[in-house]
């Protein structure tokens, strides 16, 4: 028979994870057509680290 596995089961995680991740959305404007594309990228976060620095290394590495 299949174990019974209730809603507190399945939210509970088996370990604690070492970052957090942030969904990042900016606007870039286009080199050819010159609109603004907006860019979605998922970032993660270490724990303990600087979240606005991060982001802003996220950014700029996207502009290279």
Known sequence: M???QTFADKG???GSSDFKVAKLI???K???T???KFIEKN???PNGENDQLI???AI???AK
């Open 2 to 4: 299949a174990k019974k």
């Open 34 to 36: 010159n609109a603004w």
């Open 30 to 32: 286009s080199e050819k």
């Open 43 to 45: 970032v993660r976060i």
């Open 12 to 14: 509970k995680k088996s």
């Open 55 to 57: 982001l802003a290394k």
């Open 26 to 28: 900016f606007s870039v």
């Open 60 to 62: 700029n590495d996207y």
